[in-house]
């Protein structure tokens, strides 16, 4: 894997950092012309989305932070190194969403309207941003002999196995690991093209944005069963919290497309 592309004195642009760059611009390109078919002002729906893009990076540091403070104990410097990894998504969707709202309560603007269009974005954006993940070694998941991919020296498949003994010291790769961030990647792809046809057929508003939370919590809380949690990390023994995560997204949008359909029929 490729975690350094340039490294020049103390300045590092990683491959992960290169990603999510490439995601937040895609996801932004989507949003234009989503919002041209819709005839919503897309300079307001810039200034959504760099609210939505720093909501999203703050919640999802904030919530990798506290999952794994007792790293960031001796160093509290590092917690700012967003560069280097270290993001959960769900954390990112609850900061980006939080964001996002109370933007579009300011300016007066239609929630489920834009919401509709903004998910797509969102949906290519996470397909791009997990690249980055499996160039960055991160998100990965269980070992498996079978179709799993070896991660080198100093990424944290590699460091994770070698601190819990899995590995030799002098080991020159990770055991291999299924790659949960591509399998999420290209599910996440998938869902951006549904979503697109979703979006051509809709029959009320809301429809778009709320089958997103639906789709994508039915795929995240399956695809957890095969990424790597330690024992500390998993609920009862048995759920991670992404998957409770995504069960209390996918009976949101469950609720709220019933709801939105009750509102908002003949009305796309």
Same mark, same amino acid.
């Given at each position: ?108 603007l239609d929630i489920e309207q834009v919401g509709d269009i903004t998910v797509p974005a969102l949906s290519i954006g996470i397909f791009i941003g997990r690249i980055g993940c499996f160039l960055n070694g991160c998100c990965y998941g269980k070992i498996s002999h079978s179709c799993g991919v070896s991660f080198p020296k100093n ?24 790659? +949960?961030? %591509? *399998?999420?990647? &290209? /599910?996440? $792809?998938?869902?951006? =093209? ?5 979006? #051509? ?43 409770? +995560?995504? %069960? *209390?997204?996918? &009976? /949101?949008? $469950?609720?709220?497309? =019933? ?5 908002? #029929?003949?009305?796309?």
């Amino acid at each position: 894997m490729f975690r350094e592309i340039i490294h020049i004195h103390s300045f590092t642009l990683t491959s992960y950092g290169l990603m999510m760059a490439i995601a937040f611009i895609a996801g932004i390109f989507v949003l234009y012309f989503m919002s041209k078919r819709e005839k919503i002002d897309k300079d307001r729906m810039y200034d959504m989305a760099i609210w939505i893009i720093i909501g999203g990076i703050i919640g999802a540091r904030i919530w990798f932070v506290v999952e794994n403070f007792y790293v960031y104990q001796k160093d509290i410097i590092s917690v700012i190194k967003i560069w280097e990894g270290g993001m959960v998504f769900y954390g990112g969707l609850v900061g980006g969403l939080t964001a996002g709202i109370i933007y579009l309560k300011r300016n007066h603007l239609d929630i489920e309207q834009v919401g509709d269009i903004t998910v797509p974005a969102l949906s290519i954006g996470i397909f791009i941003g997990r690249i980055g993940c499996f160039l960055n070694g991160c998100c990965y998941g269980k070992i498996s002999h079978s179709c799993g991919v070896s991660f080198p020296k100093n990424s944290p498949a590699y460091y994770e196995q070698m601190s819990s003994g899995q590995i030799p010291h002098n080991a020159i790769s990770s055991l291999p690991v299924i790659p +949960t961030q %591509l *399998i999420e990647s &290209f /599910s996440c $792809l998938l869902i951006f =093209f549904i979503l697109l046809i979703l979006y #051509k057929f809709k029959r009320f508003k809301g429809m778009v944005f709320y089958s997103f939370f639906v789709m994508y919590g039915i795929e995240r809380f399956f695809l957890d069963y095969l990424r790597y949690y330690s024992k500390e990390a998993m609920i009862f023994k048995i759920f991670s919290l992404s998957q409770i +995560t995504s %069960l *209390i997204l996918i &009976f /949101s949008g $469950l609720f709220m497309l =019933f709801s939105s359909y009750k509102r908002n #029929k003949g009305r796309a």
